[in-house]
Nanobody, 125 residues
Framework: QVQLVESGGGLVQAGGSLRLSCAAS????????MGWFRQAPGKEREFVAA????????YYADSVKGRVTISRDNAKNTVYLQMNSLNPEDTAVYYC??????????????????WGQGTQVTVSS
């Protein structure tokens, strides 16, 4: 069992930056692909970014490509999401997730087995 705890969310002005962290415990995440998802009020949860277990492959949603970078430090059992040039449309609860399906980096939330509780990101205009 893997427990995931997100941190780093908050209120930021449009154009600003935030770095989210996802700390894992219970098991090492070095054998899991990891992903970030978000859910805005009244909307379905959507994929943001994912990274392979080795860090060698990453994938981004078109809506964040070029503004967001996912990374991981397996020694610290932590995954990061650096978000730049934030805009109000990025306002959402951001979730970290771990997937035991490591054959490819996936965007479907159904392929992720463990989830954190989420951290709120609010971008003001």
């Amino acid at each position: 069992q893997v427990q995931l705890v997100e941190s780093g969310g908050g209120l930021v002005q449009a154009g600003g930056s935030l770095r989210l962290s996802c700390a894992a415990s219970g098991r090492t995440i070095s054998s899991y692909n990891m992903g970030w998802f978000r859910q805005a009020p009244g909307k379905e949860r959507e994929f943001v970014a994912a990274i392979s277990w080795s860090g060698g492959s990453t994938y981004y949603a078109d809506s964040v490509k070029g503004r967001v970078t996912i990374s991981r430090d397996n020694a610290k059992n932590t995954v990061y999401l650096q978000m730049n040039s934030l805009n109000p449309e990025d306002t959402a609860v951001y979730y970290c997730a771990a997937s035991t399906f490591v054959h490819s980096v996936e965007t479907a939330s159904t392929l992720y087995d463990y989830w954190g509780q989420g951290t709120q990101v609010t971008v003001s205009s």
